[in-house]
């Protein structure tokens, strides 16, 4: 068993693995770490039982909290996480949120190159 590596990555979430990947692509040897367990649950595989991820006993999500936000009423925000194999992409239902074409050609306005909606979409 190997017992010394080149790379320790902590997080087996969609940034981890690929940073995993890639440098053992380029030869270095690499320690992979999650603390989460594995993603074959039905909680996770069934869009059903998603909504058990984000349920405050769930094993599946770290549960984070922001700090207090002063616009907020000085409330905290819940912030879910994913604590599991495939990290946050496995309990946030695949969803997204494109966004506003304005956004993205003000971004460009702004002096973002590269950001204007035509390029991106």
């Known amino acids: 068993m190997q017992t010394t590596f080149d790379y320790v990555v902590s997080g087996a979430g969609y940034a981890g693995c690929v940073l995993a990947r ?3 692509d380029a030869g270095k040897s690499v320690l992979l770490l999650e603390i ?6 039905w909680i996770i595989r069934m869009p059903a039982g998603l909504r058990s991820a984000f ?17 907020l009423n000085h409330r905290t925000i819940e ?3 994913g604590r599991v194999l495939g ?8 969803t ?5 074409p304005l ?4 971004w460009q306005h702004e002096g973002v190159s590269g950001w204007d909606w035509a390029i991106n979409y």
């Open 22 to 24: 890639r440098l053992s």
């Open 36 to 41: 989460g367990s594995s993603d074959k649950s």
């Open 55 to 71: 349920k405050p006993t769930s094993k599946y999500n770290w549960w984070y909290y922001t700090k207090a936000q002063q616009h």
């Open 79 to 81: 912030q879910p996480r």
């Open 87 to 94: 990290g946050s992409s496995s309990i946030n239902g695949m």
């Open 96 to 100: 997204w949120l494109r966004g506003h």
């Open 103 to 106: 956004d993205f050609d003000r």
